[in-house]
Nanobody, 122 residues
Framework: QVQLVESGGGLVQAGGSLRLSCAASARTFNNRAMGWFRQTPGKEREFVAAIRWIDSITYYADPVKGRFTISSDNTKNTVYLQMNNLKPEDTAVYYC???????????????WGQGTQVTVSS
């Protein structure tokens, strides 16, 4: 079982930046990809970005392209989400997830962190 711990959330003004971290307990055959999702009250959890451990191939949701960057440090089993030019609509609880394949689908991820709150003020 893979344990995931997110950190780095907080309050930031519009246009500011935050970097989220997700520390994984292990990388296994069934833990090839790491994803970031976010959820706000009244909305379904939505995909943000994902990365594959072995080759750093990435995938981004359209609303964050050009603003967010996902990266990994394999020696630390840690994935990062650098969020720049934040907008109020980015406000959400951000969740780290681990799965077998690089996909935007929630159902493709088997392990989830506890979430970290990101609040962007106007």
């Amino acid at each position: 079982q893979v344990q995931l711990v997110e950190s780095g959330g907080g309050l930031v003004q519009a246009g500011g930046s935050l970097r989220l971290s997700c520390a994984a307990s292990a990388r296994t055959f069934n833990n090839r990809a790491m994803g970031w999702f976010r959820q706000t009250p009244g909305k379904e959890r939505e995909f943000v970005a994902a990365i594959r451990w072995i080759d750093s191939i990435t995938y981004y949701a359209d609303p964050v392209k050009g603003r967010f960057t996902i990266s990994s440090d394999n020696t630390k089993n840690t994935v990062y989400l650098q969020m720049n030019n934040l907008k109020p609509e980015d406000t959400a609880v951000y969740y780290c997830a681990a799965g077998f394949t690089l996909r935007p689908d929630i159902g493709k991820y088997d392990y989830w962190g506890q979430g970290t709150q990101v609040t962007v003020s106007s």
